[in-house]
């Protein structure tokens, strides 16, 4: 009769072993998931800070081309001078063709 008694005895203590083990597995099932969610939304952002960066530069480089275009259109309608002046780079002069260029000290 001790004998069964001491089973049922061990038996309770498994059960109560098997619980607290499911609870354990459950809390660090709880604590891998969260920790991989947050992983991912780490990866995820830094995804899309890539992608931003990204698409600056391409924009950046389409604005960049669209004006040299623009650019090299306006040289071959107006000239290499005209573009010149419209730069703000002064006009493009010899002195020849602007002799008070020597009032002004020369070039």
């Known amino acids: 009769m001790g004998?069964?008694?001491k089973e049922t005895?061990?038996?309770?203590?498994?059960?109560?072993?098997?619980?607290?083990n499911n609870n354990?597995?459950?809390n660090n099932n709880n604590n891998n998931n969260n920790?991989?969610?947050?992983?991912k939304k780490k990866k995820k952002k830094k995804k899309m800070k890539k992608e931003k960066k990204k698409k600056k530069k391409r924009k950046n480089k389409?604005?960049?081309?669209?004006?040299n275009k623009?650019?090299?259109e306006k040289k071959k309608k107006e000239g290499i001078h005209?573009?010149?002046?419209?730069?703000?780079?002064g006009e493009w002069t010899s002195?020849?063709?602007?002799?008070?260029?020597?009032?002004?000290?020369?070039?």
């Open 82 to 89: 005209a573009y010149k002046k419209q730069r703000g780079q």
């Open 3 to 5: 004998e069964e008694e």
């Open 62 to 67: 389409k604005k960049k081309n669209n004006n």
């Open 9 to 20: 005895k061990n038996n309770g203590n498994n059960d109560d072993n098997a619980d607290d």
């Open 24 to 26: 354990n597995n459950n």
């Open 70 to 72: 623009r650019n090299e």
């Open 95 to 107: 002195a020849p063709q602007y002799p008070e260029i020597e009032s002004w000290g020369g070039l």
């Open 35 to 39: 920790n991989n969610k947050n992983k």
